[in-house]
Structures are given as C-alpha cells and as structure tokens.
C-alpha cells in the first residue's frame, strides 16, 4: 500500500512515519523542503510552500491513500479580522485543492486530521461524532470548512473520506501546553502552580494511540466516509494530570488549591477570562464509535505513554 503524508515534520507527522516504518507500506511524503533527517525508505516530494493552485499532480500517480496532517494551527501578530482567512488559506483551502486532485488521479481515501473543536470548546456530556458541529474559532472552523467540503467531494467522486477529530495530543516533544508542563515538570524543582482545586473532566489522547488510529483508519474498509472522536481509555481534571506528570518525572510537586472563580476573574482582569474559562472547563469525547466500527482501543495508558516521555527527556 502507497501512503502520501502531508505534516510529515510535525510532532504527529515524525511519530506516524516511524510507526508507519515498522509496517509493510510505501512511503511517500509532501515537504515544503528538503528533510536532511527523514529515513531513507521515505520519499521526498519538494513543493515549495503549500499554496492553494499547487498542482500535485505528478505525485499523487498510484498513490491508494492520503494521510494529511498538514495545517495551520498558530497565528501571529495578525488582526483578529484576518485570522479566519489565513486559517481558511491552509486548513480549508489547500486541504481540498489536495483532495480534489487525488480524485482525479484515482487515489481510494483521503484520511484528514481535523480537531475536536468543530464540535465545540467544552461540555458537560461526551462529544459523539454525529453532535451537531459548534465551531468557536477560527481554526476550529476552517476544519469544519474543510470536512463538509470534503465529504461534498465524496459524493460526487470515488474518494473515500475519513474524519478524526482528536482532543488534546500529549507525547515526547509535544508542542503547546502539554510541552509547557512537561518542561515545568522537568525542572529540578518545578514552581508552585494554582491548579489545585480545578475538578474538571478533560479526554487527551497519546501519540500513539492516535497514530496507531490514523493508521487503522487508512486501512480499515470500515472506516470510508466516517468521522471519528477518540481518547485514552481515561479521562482527568486538569489537577490530576498535573499530578500524573510530576509522579512520571518523580517530582514532588505544590498545587496551590486557587478557587477557579477568582482564577477566571483574574484572568478577566488580563482580558484573558474567554480563555480561562476553555482551560477550566470540561471536555470529554465517546470513542466507542471507533471501537464498534472498527474493533479499535487505545493500545497504551495514559501512565505507559508519560513513562515513555520521561525516557525521551
């Protein structure tokens, strides 16, 4: 089986290729330059920046399936107007300039990494795939642009489309937030936090329990024309998960118990409360979708995968 993957040089993209390694798959990979890094058994295909005229066409010949990482997840120093655009440019637009061409070339799926925020910032029951979409930002909704535009394409050719919509990803040289902690938790002695009294119930998923999905997903017959949620097995307060990194470091640690209303008032205070309010929330996903449809279950614990970070360090 040929596989293209876009986002190859990214935290998902370098764990999916040394998995993908491992298995019996062709390799073939869209860079904006060369990787002096990347394995050997990879092929490099050089396109320069992604734009959305691109013309793929001469790699996408023989090609059976698309993984697409690839996308625009920052945005700096540009106006709050600007910022759906630029976001729709890579997420919503190159992904189906992509997508388009691979149907014409007869590639069979196309799986797309979306987010778990086209369904929404926070909840007080488990997301499902079939929830109606609530998009709050703007990157959340150029993945939701993206989908319909997608499963659109589906009905008019024979590509077959696969959705997985993760939550947050956690592992060795994960950027964001969870890197913050990790680096945090790896300090000698790591600074008092004020998260100790946060009670929120929050779905993460490691690494390679999502590149183990995505790559069922390029697979499995089951999973053509189908959105995903998934998760670990369990799911914690952003307390918890604090503690479960510094037990992994062997750091004893001092979580302040701060009340989350006056947090959220000082973070008022910065013009920050939107985002306080997203951090102390709860979001929780249901993959048993992904388990009834395609037999899947998350292949490592949350421990087994901070154990393995540790390692890494």
């Known amino acids: 089986m040929k596989i293209l993957l876009t986002g190859a040089t990214g935290f998902i993209g370098k764990a999916l290729i040394q998995e993908l390694l491992t298995k019996d798959f062709k390799l073939f990979a869209l860079l904006r330059h060369k990787a002096d890094d990347f394995p050997n058994e990879v092929k490099q295909f050089i396109v320069g920046d992604f734009v959305n005229h691109s013309d793929y066409s001469s790699v996408l010949d023989d090609i059976d399936c698309i993984i697409h990482l690839a996308g625009k997840a920052h945005i700096i120093d ?4 600007s910022i759906l655009e630029d976001f729709r440019l890579v997420n919503t637009n ?14 069979k799926r196309f799986v797309f990494l979306s987010s ?3 369904n929404g910032n926070q909840n007080t029951k488990p997301f499902l795939e079939d929830d109606i979409p609530n998009p709050q930002e703007s990157y959340a909704i150029s993945k939701h642009e993206a989908e319909l535009g ?5 009905k008019k050719t024979n590509l077959e489309i696969t959705i997985i919509r993760p939550p947050l990803v ?19 002695y790591p600074a008092p936090l004020p998260l100790g009294a946060v009670n929120n119930s929050r779905s993460l998923v490691a690494i390679d329990n999502l590149v183990d999905f995505i790559i069922t997903c390029a697979v499995h017959k089951n999973s053509a024309n189908e959105v995903f949620l998934i998760s670990d097995r369990e799911n914690l307060s952003t307390t918890q998960l604090l503690k479960k990194i510094a037990d992994a470091f ?3 640690i001092f979580l302040l118990p701060v009340p989350v209303r006056m947090m959220i008032f000082a973070a008022g205070l910065l013009g920050k409360k939107a985002d306080a309010i997203r951090l102390f929330s709860s979001l929780e996903v249901d993959s048993s979708k992904a388990k009834e449809l ?20």
């Open 170 to 188: 956690y592992g060795a040289n994960a950027p964001g937030n969870f890197g913050r902690l990790l680096n945090w938790a790896n300090k000698k």
């Open 94 to 107: 190159l992904t189906l300039n992509l997508a388009r061409q691979a149907a014409a070339a007869g590639v």
């Open 78 to 81: 540009k106006t709050k107007g």
């Open 294 to 313: 395609l037999g899947w279950i998350p292949k490592v614990t949350m421990d087994e995968q901070l154990i393995k970070i540790t390692k890494n360090l």
């Open 250 to 252: 062997n750091k004893k």
């Open 150 to 154: 997608l499963f659109e394409l589906a």
């Open 116 to 118: 778990i925020g086209v």
